[in-house]
């Protein structure tokens, strides 16, 4: 067993969570402040006046509308997956498999991390899903390094992955970029030496930072201890979700409980949704995106719940961890108007350009793009802001394209570690604050900085 920490570093953990817990307010708030730092920024360094601002800022408003119901949707048929019987049974003996809590919470992050890697979307349902089994078999986990464990996907493998948004982008013929770039296949990005080199290293790294990273028994907080012994008794219910719902309808036959309570309904509905699943994926250019990632997880929940009444009690219940999603998204979607449209993107990214060289040029789009990020939390929308002049950059500067796009896309991950843009999900199902984790992540963040700023030093060198 590995040893506990040392006191130094246990002293630095706990100082970092007690920061936080006082100073850091939670996930909403931290949108309204974010929110009133934009208007600022705008105003006084973009040059735009108030009224001009708040012109930026409704006409960005509403544009995540369809990607907030594609999360809303990620988070409830997930939900409704992980808690069918034949799930539950999986998810249950696959949490059982480590042997200690430190082990457990290395597997916590490794499922997150893998899963965010195959796709951004399956990412975040898998960690704050598996979170529930996996303290329902290790009842005496630090609950808050386990749930910042559910959140490394997010932060560490993403945009490096399958899904990444800026190399499937610059991959697809017609993309906006094409005539000044070209088409930059995945093989020179996602799939290069390189990334999946780092990707590798930064795994391996972060499981044993999170071993290294557990408490001192003494300072170990139970799920208990942090949510409180009738709310952690209710997270046991998850798996529970699986055994009943069915519909009372009174004495003698009835043709809706009959209906309501067997798995002919779900059977007929899962097979035409299999059946029509090839066509819409087709359709998509046979790319995972996320409507397509929500249809499959749609039709899977109907053939894996035993009655319609099992599925809709589920649904139900995976419902109430909606809501931060529906309220949060709105004043983001505000920012990535504000930074747009008012061109105060553009002016920081002359900044880091203009004190560049052809050696610096990588590790300063990954410094810019993790900056910018902490606004602008979303991947695909922000390079379509970023990709004209940050391209035009590495051109002007010789530094091959794919370069900058890695560069670009691994800093638009790493301050996820402490931005709760895409926490909201897990923390909504964990019941738990932003501020109850960020002190984990903010030292896990500063080991994941520096060993990425080093390898984007390297990259010229290597590449060469």
Known sequence: MPAEPSRALARAVNAAASWSARWVPNSFAIACLL????????????????????????????????????????????????????????????????????????????????????????????????????????????????VAAGYLGSACTWHAGLSGSAP???????????????????????????NLSLTAVVVVVTTAALVRLYPRTSDVRTTEEVLGKQTAASMDAVSDDAHGHAVERGSGFSFAGFIENRYALNLVMGVLGVTAFWSLYAEGGYRVSLN?????????????????????????????????IVIQFPFYAGMY?????????????????????????????????????????????????????VLSAAKTLGVAAPHAILAYAW????????QPFWAIPLLAIARVEFKDIVGYLAVLFVVNFLLVSAAFMLLPYISR
Not at 75 to 83: K, N
Not at 349 to 367: E, H, K, L, Q
């Open 35 to 146: 929110t009133l730092v934009t208007f600022v920024l705008v105003v006084t360094v973009a040059g735009k006046n108030p009224i001009a601002a708040e012109g930026y800022w409704t006409k960005g408003f509403w544009e995540l509308l369809e990607l907030t119901m594609q999360l809303a949707l990620i988070v409830l048929t997930g939900y409704i997956v992980a808690v069918s019987p034949a799930m539950s049974r999986l998810l249950g003996f696959l949490a059982g498999l480590p042997s200690s809590e430190r082990g457990a919470v290395a597997l916590m992050g490794l499922v997150s991390m893998t899963a965010s890697w195959l796709h951004w979307g399956l990412g975040l349902i898998a960690g704050p899903i598996f979170l529930q089994f996996l303290v329902r078999r290790h009842p005496r986990i630090d609950y808050r390094l386990a």
């Open 168 to 194: 499937l982008l610059m991959a697809t013929p017609k993309n906006f970029m094409e005539a000044q770039v070209g088409l930059i296949p995945v093989s020179l990005t996602t799939f290069s030496g390189f």
């Open 292 to 324: 397509v990632f929500n249809f499959a997880f749609l039709f899977l929940a109907l053939l894996l719940h035993p009655s319609p009444a099992s599925f809709t009690g589920a649904a139900a219940r995976g419902a109430g961890y909606l809501h931060g």
């Open 337 to 389: 108007g504000l930074i747009r449209y008012s061109g105060l993107a553009e002016i920081i990214g002359r900044w880091f350009v203009s004190i560049a060289t052809p050696r610096t040029f990588p590790v300063i789009i990954y410094w810019y793009s993790g900056i910018l990020s902490y606004f602008i939390p979303s991947g695909g929308s922000k390079w379509a802001v970023e990709a004209p002049y």
């Open 411 to 418: 800093g638009d991950m790493s301050t996820h570690f402490l």
